[in-house]
């Protein structure tokens, strides 16, 4: 054969498309989404199988969670050590499963985002209801087994789970294209829903919410939007709106205090953290002044997040707030994604009750079938046995004369008696009646003699009679639907008894949050900055008492309102707006923030070169100078802006901006370049443009030159500059046309 034969030439994008397609399906099916039949990704499935093959029972001593998560990487998970006692850890987290089905031992984190211990230093074992709902009668044939990743183990395709775990434990798993996010359930309530189906299959969504009215999150907290979860349950998809719970605790002297006792769902983990800083920023940014401290005091008794108010607080307006600007208010997106028949499907409440009870009859069946077959065997043999006693005396003749076991046999089984001696023809004659089964003989060769004491037999015909009565109770269940249900319910109605707990999770139609935001009182403030570029503010009163000392420490020093904007001007043509309000209020001798923290200006990159409040920028003309001596004004107004960062003026390639200032009435404008020629002109003749635009050539620059420094001069203002270490007074320098070369000082 050829070598271009054994070629199979196929289009490329169909071998991708189909290889995706297989793998996308392998990740959905065998990694990130639950069966809808037992409610558990395949991880959490060969999880608690091999614990349940170690014998790590809820009565037994605890193990590593090395030795498990080992044991099940090496016999049917083989995708990492990680994800395994990730899976491990999240099933004894009380905090995060609705019925938690794995005992912990040790460090297994914490609400607040706390990492487990190292597998080497935790131990676990089964829950008590994970061993009777979720493992339990996996010896009696009621699930399929499949070969492990290697075919040198067997693993059930799916745990025998006799309760609703999809609803209990609810899921969340990102697959490819598809994501599921099923929320936990109260188990009472949920065992009345399954029971409820099973008295009445034509049960609609509706009606079955009057036993499941919604989720009951380990958390607690409040579902806000009561009216929506009809909608959510019918279809499988939709969002579910969680408030924490807050109290408000009066304290002396008018000092209450808001203590947070319940969280949202979605909060656990590191959100709590973040849940801190953000009250944090809303001090910070001055969203309120009601917050005087904050303290995380929650422990394993539960979540305490106290919140100290000032005096005279409004606390409903504050708890809003919270509400508001934080995850104390939040959603909880609802996808009901489950594998159904092999295959991902979206399912409303009612179709997840019914793939549950369809297995459930599915698992009893196969169940009392198995039951069935053992007690029919256990039937035929005590038949035998009994039949033997009455004959025991034939049996022991042909015993003695038979000269190996398989004559013997044969004998007991077919009536074959040649090869046997027998006491007499009579003997040989009802020996050859003997019509026993293969099991019967088989349990009549390996009686024990003491079997035929008295009491033994009488013990043998009691027997008999209670497995009678059990085939007969096994018959009637599977011949009976009816009476299969009734079965079914009675043990599901057992584990409700033993397990069932009050809700956590109010259920409540809530409006929307109001937030009644003060206004701010107006008041004057003088803005700080020193050479470093640490700004603060301070009140004006203040600066009074140490205003020599802040003329002389600070590179700039503005008055303002509180309620202003500072701009800041930076040689890359930028303008970047700094609110007040963000700025540290406090004490003069207080350091100050880098601007830098506060806006997006970057001292790495820029530098600035002027800095007004936004309230005198927009009432005056502003002048723009660059290196290129490109000069331009721009009404102030143009700079009242949403941006935090905009753009001030136009640069031409290789330019830089080197100056910007107000003008006020007739000021004349002084360049300055780097070979030392000087021009004055009047600001008057520099036309106005638009903040877009690069401007007019202000001085003619010699062939390597550059402006160095541009000054602006008031009206019989004296300023002078140095030049080769002599003073030039720049107010009596001639005033010249713009677009000149200047004069030379030397």
Known sequence: MREEEQIIRTEYSELMQKSYIDYAMSVIVARALPDVRDGLKPVQRRTLYDMYELGIRYDKPYRKSARIVGDTMGKYHPHGDSSIYGALVVMAQEFKMGLPLVDGHGNFGSIEGDGAAAMRYTEARLKKITQE??????D????????????????????????????????????????????????TEVIDGVIAYMKNPDINTEQMMQYIP????????????????LAIYATGMGKIKLRG????????????????TEIPYTMIGANIGKFLNDVYSLVETKKTSDIVDITNQSSKEGIRIVIEMRRGADAENLKNLLYKKTKLEDTFGVNMLAVADGRPETM???????????????????????????????????????????????????LRGSTNVKEARACLTAGITEGIRFKSDKSKMEAAQLRFTERQADAILEMRLYKLIGLEIEALMKEHEKTLANIARYEEILNSRAVMAKVIIRELEGYKKEYGAPRRTVIDNLKEVVLEEKKIEETDVVFLMDRFGYAKTIDVAVYERNKEAADAENRYVITCKNTDKICIFTNTGQMHLLKVLDLPFGKFRDKGTPIDNLSNYNSSEESFIFIRNLGALCSSKVIFGT????????????????????AATKLNEGDELLFVGCLEGNETIVMQSEKD??????????????????????????????????????EGETVSAEVKGKECALNRLHIGNRDTKGTKRS
């Open 677 to 714: 020629f000087f021009l004055r002109i009047e600001a008057a003749s520099i036309p106005e443009k638009k903040k877009g635009a690069a401007g007019v050539r202000g001085m003619r620059l010699g062939t390597g030159d550059a402006l160095a420094a541009i000054y602006l001069l008031k």
């Open 140 to 187: 009696k044939d009621v699930v399929d087994f499949v070969p492990n990743f290697d075919e040198t183990e067997k693993e059930p395709l799916v745990l025998p789970v006799k309760v609703p775990n999809l609803l209990l434990n609810g899921a969340e798993g990102i697959a490819v294209g598809m994501t599921t996010s099923i929320p936990p359930h109260n188990f």
């Open 627 to 646: 290196k290129a001596s490109m000069l331009k004004v721009v009404d102030g107004s143009e700079f009242d802006v949403a941006k935090r960062t905009t």
């Open 214 to 229: 919604g989720p009951d999150f380990p958390t607690g907290g409040i579902v806000a939007n009561q009216d929506d979860l």
């Open 133 to 138: 709902a979720y493992l339990a009668d996996l």
């Open 348 to 398: 409303g409440i009612v179709p997840i009750i019914r793939h549950h009870v369809d297995f459930q009859y599915e698992l009893a069946t196969r169940k009392y079938q198995t039951l069935l077959a053992k007690e029919l065997e256990r039937r035929e043999i005590q038949e035998g046995l009994i039949r033997a006693c009455d004959v025991i005396d034939l049996i022991i003749e042909i």
């Open 245 to 260: 719970k807050v109290e408000i605790e009066r304290g002396k002297g008018g000092k209450d205090r808001l203590v947070i």
